[in-house]
């Protein structure tokens, strides 16, 4: 049998959970297990209460929907990427039309397996990981989020990320514009290969190297997922979480990819130290991906068994220190903690500096601030902006946005503002309200002023204009039509009504 029509058997298992967090009473999470069409996805909606939980479904019906009824020769990434553009424009629509769903939009990443073909579809930051027959893992899907295209783009570092406040605002979701772009995937696999589709209440907690090794030595799909819940749980599952597994064919047994699991077992990037509460950082302390993140409370001295039981399965020690006995560890800690005392002991003989502190000879609890203001993103600020306008036109172009920008700008007219971003925001405004015409006439400031100075932002900003643009010319035309049939309902002569 040719590896074209070669066929397997294919599993799966998947889990929902609403979390721990009571500020999230529903699940806005949503998922599709269709193991007779092979059809997997998972969707993690934003807009709180009602109307996340609404995009999320509506975009998991959708897909199922479109696969119900697909057609034998249908290509299925053409099909699956339909489908996905469709609820999107489903979802959008719900939200213009309905006020309760203004905010609404939702992630979405989905899995089709055809023989040994699969095919992936995703918009947002849910993930899809393969794991080859050979135990090494694949991150299949990039996050379409703030701080990991700044990672990409080596503006930012991984641990700068974990703990940015923009960490969690999505770039690209599914209902937020009327047009979305899909990443499409289609690639062979072999027998014994597995993936896992997740919303980030999973990967908040877990990391890459983590979830490779519960793959790695999980035989049972139903308890990986239960035990990635449990970790999630232990963690303090802050969001909604879920998860759906699936494996192609026979899973090859542990042993035959736990041989190089050890080596591979490393940071993605740089080691994370575990900051003590006085800043000194020992060196063979490691903290989880996940807990620089969401760090948990520091409840003792020594780290509870459990924790130190993941670090040790987070971080390759090297083999002579793996037979240790736990008593060299507590004097190892012991040995840490009089070190400690003895810097703290020297600054206070000497009133030198001590390291990691303010040099004032103010108490070490007031020399940490309890909070720092974090200036807001651009995006946030922009996406803010935006969403005010959407919420109501009208009101926005009545408040006095437009007379603060003229006296900021020194101008007499809203279209003369060099300011790009108030451009494209008082189109926006006048094509919601109906005033197609004055927004043509922002959008074309919009895009020529972005000409003139360009930067990142601006970019970002002429897009959306241009998007606007093609908005008006959609509207426009379907106007032209309706009032062109108008006319000819009109001028159609009366049916004869005599005939026989």
């Known amino acids: 049998m040719s590896e074209e029509t070669q066929t397997f058997q294919v599993q799966s298992a ?14 806005e999470d ?7 069409r092979s059809i997997f996805a998972v969707a993690d909606g934003v807009g709180g209460a009602e109307a996340g939980e609404v995009a999320s479904q509506t975009a998991i019906e959708v897909l199922d929907e479109a696969f119900r009824h697909q057609v034998d020769g249908t290509d ?49 930051d849910s993930r899809l990981y393969r794991l080859t027959p050979d135990g090494q893992l694949h991150r299949e899907t990039e996050d379409h ?18 703990n940015h406040p923009s960490k969690n ?4 979701a599914l209902g ?20 896992l589709l997740c919303t980030d209440g999973i990967t908040r907690h877990v990391s890459d190297n983590e979830l490779r090794q519960l793959m790695v030595v999980s035989n049972n799909l139903d308890e990986l997922c239960n035990e990635l819940k449990q970790r999630c ?5 802050e969001d909604n979480l879920t998860v759906v597994a699936v494996r192609v064919g026979e899973q ?8 190089d699991l050890e080596p591979t077992i490393s940071p993605e990037t740089h080691p994370v130290y575990a900051a003590q509460g006085n800043g000194v950082q020992p060196e063979t302390t490691f903290l989880p991906a996940s807990r620089v993140a969401f760090p948990g409370p520091a409840t003792s001295a020594t780290p509870p068994a459990s924790v130190a039981e993941e670090l040790r399965l987070n971080v390759a020690e090297p083999r002579a220190k793996q037979g240790g006995s736990s008593a060299a560890r507590v004097l190892g800690i012991l040995f840490v903690l009089l070190l400690i005392a003895g810097a703290f002991y020297a600054g206070a003989r000497y009133k030198e500096r001590i390291p990691f502190l303010a040099s004032n000879p103010q108490p070490a609890a007031a020399a940490i601030p309890v909070s720092t203001p974090v200036p807001e993103e651009p995006f946030v600020k922009f996406e803010r902006a935006r969403r005010q306008v959407d919420q109501d036109p009208r009101a926005w172009l009545a408040s006095d946005n437009i007379s603060k920008e003229l006296l900021a700008s020194g101008v007499q007219n809203a279209l003369e503002s060099p300011n790009t971003e108030f451009l494209y925001l008082y189109g926006r405004a006048n094509l919601l309200s109906g005033n197609t015409d004055e927004a043509s006439k922002a959008f074309d400031a919009a895009i020529s002023k972005s000409d003139l100075n360009p930067s990142p932002a601006n970019a970002t900003i002429k897009k959306e204009a241009v998007l606007g643009l093609a908005a008006i010319s959609v509207r426009t035309q379907r106007d032209r039509w309706k009032v062109l049939n108008h006319y000819e309902e009109l001028t159609k002569p009366p049916a004869n009504t005599n005939a026989p």
């Open 14 to 27: 998947a889990l929902t959970d609403r979390g721990l967090n009571e500020r999230r009473p529903l699940n």
């Open 30 to 36: 949503a998922l599709l297990q269709d193991r007779e």
């Open 76 to 124: 299925v990434e053409d099909l699956m990427e339909l489908a996905i553009q469709r609820a999107n424009a489903a979802i959008h629509q719900m939200a213009q039309e309905h006020a309760k769903f203004s905010m609404m939009a939702t992630t979405i990443v989905a899995l089709h397996l055809k023989g040994n073909v699969a095919t992936f579809g995703h918009v947002g």
């Open 145 to 162: 989020s703030i701080v990991e295209e700044e990672v990409r783009a080596g503006r930012m570092t991984p641990e700068q990320a974990a």
């Open 169 to 172: 605002v999505i770039s690209r």
């Open 176 to 195: 937020a514009e009327q047009g979305v772009e899909v990443d499409m995937k289609t690639m062979e696999v072999e027998e014994g290969t597995e993936f």
């Open 233 to 237: 749980y232990e963690r303090g599952a």
């Open 252 to 259: 090859l047994k542990a042993g035959e990819r736990l041989s």
